[in-house]
């Protein structure tokens, strides 16, 4: 199995703050790579697949990038909306999920 | 506009089984991947298996082989989930969610649209 890491497992953060989310993978998972924002109660929403193309209706302060095996999500100007958790999953091979990383009000 | 839309919450004893149910709308139902992915209280995602309808074969993670049966039924556009031996760790809410189809299968698929999710309680 291909082993997903991310980091901060939580971190706090203020409105209009710029705030970066590092996914990892085990092995090379060729930009097959999604993100997902989770508020309480709710499913998951897709908000970037293939490393770094934003889905229709994602505001453009959300983007991802990677080098290597690192996957990155930043999030420019934080807003009061974008206080969830945050997962990412590799589809390259029998897809799986990182930990999670809540972002919390400071 | 894609929707799926789930069978009600279950509590269930030990021991026994339940099965979930995905209705779809929206989209063609038969090449969508529909997958199953669950989350405990407090916990992650975890994926458990999923199917392309078209192709009939599901694929699982191997932690549930065995244990859980996916199906679908075209006539009716609808996705399933079937649990046995299900133990106080199963409790959770399972979410049915349509993947997007690289062209490899149901493993390697990622979600654009999610049900609503069913919470299943074990518990005797």
């Known amino acids: 199995d291909i082993q997903m890491t991310q980091s901060p497992s939580t971190l706090s953060a203020s409105v209009g703050d710029r705030v970066t989310i590092t996914c990892r993978a085990s092995?090379?998972?060729?930009?097959?790579l999604a993100w997902y924002q989770q508020k309480p109660g709710e499913a998951p929403k897709l908000l970037i697949s293939k490393a770094s193309t934003l889905e229709g209706g994602v505001p453009s302060r959300f983007s991802g990038s990677n080098s290597g095996t690192e996957y990155t999500l930043t999030i420019n100007s934080l807003q009061p909306e974008d206080f969830a958790t945050y997962y990412c999953?590799?589809?390259?091979?029998?897809?799986?999920f990182g930990p999670g990383t809540k972002v919390n009000i400071k | 506009q894609v929707q799926l839309v789930q069978s009600g919450a279950e509590v269930k004893h030990p021991g026994s089984s339940v099965k979930v149910s995905c209705r779809v709308s929206?989209?063609?139902?038969?090449?969508?991947?529909i997958s199953w992915v669950r989350q405990a209280p407090g916990q992650g995602l975890e994926w458990m298996g999923g199917?392309?309808?078209?192709?009939?074969?599901?694929n699982y993670a191997q932690k549930f082989q065995g244990r859980v049966t996916i199906t679908a039924d075209d006539s009716t556009s609808t996705g399933y989930l079937e649990m046995t031996s299900l133990t106080s760790e199963d409790t959770a809410v399972y979410y049915c969610?349509?993947?997007?189809?690289?062209?490899?299968?149901?493993?390697?698929?990622?979600?654009?649209?999610w049900g609503q999710g069913t919470l299943v309680t074990v518990s005797s």
């Open positions: 999953q590799q589809y390259y091979m029998y897809l799986t």
């Open positions: 929206g989209g063609t139902f038969t090449t969508s991947a």
């Open positions: 969610a349509r993947g997007v189809d690289r062209g490899v299968g149901a493993s390697t698929v990622h979600f654009d649209h």
């Open positions: 092995k090379n998972i060729r930009n097959y």
């Open positions: 199917i392309i309808p078209v192709l009939r074969t599901p």
